[in-house]
């Protein structure tokens, strides 16, 4: 079965997806890693900016807002 890979910064409001990889390295990554934005972990956007960057997502229970140029570094599947 082929997955459906796509940037986080693509997904649709309220739509699940979960964290394929991060393609990134350095303090940026570990960030991220520190946000729980691990592999096969489940995030969902929730809310976003009037200007739309950044958007709000549910990791864990938990809202974290994330900019555009860190969306685009994190690989997602459906």
Do not use: H, W
Not at 28 to 48: A, F, Q, W
Request: charged share 25%; aromatic share 4%.
């Amino acid at each position: 079965m082929e997955q459906n890979i796509k940037v986080l910064s693509e997904l649709p409001i309220n739509t699940k997806a979960y964290i394929d990889n991060l393609n990134c390295k350095g303090n940026i990554r570990r960030r991220l890693l520190d946000l729980g934005l691990v592999k096969n972990t489940s995030i969902t956007p929730i809310l976003e900016s009037p200007s739309g960057d950044p958007r709000a997502f549910e990791i864990r229970g938990t809202l974290i807002a994330i900019r555009k140029e860190d969306t685009d570094l994190i690989n997602i599947y459906l």
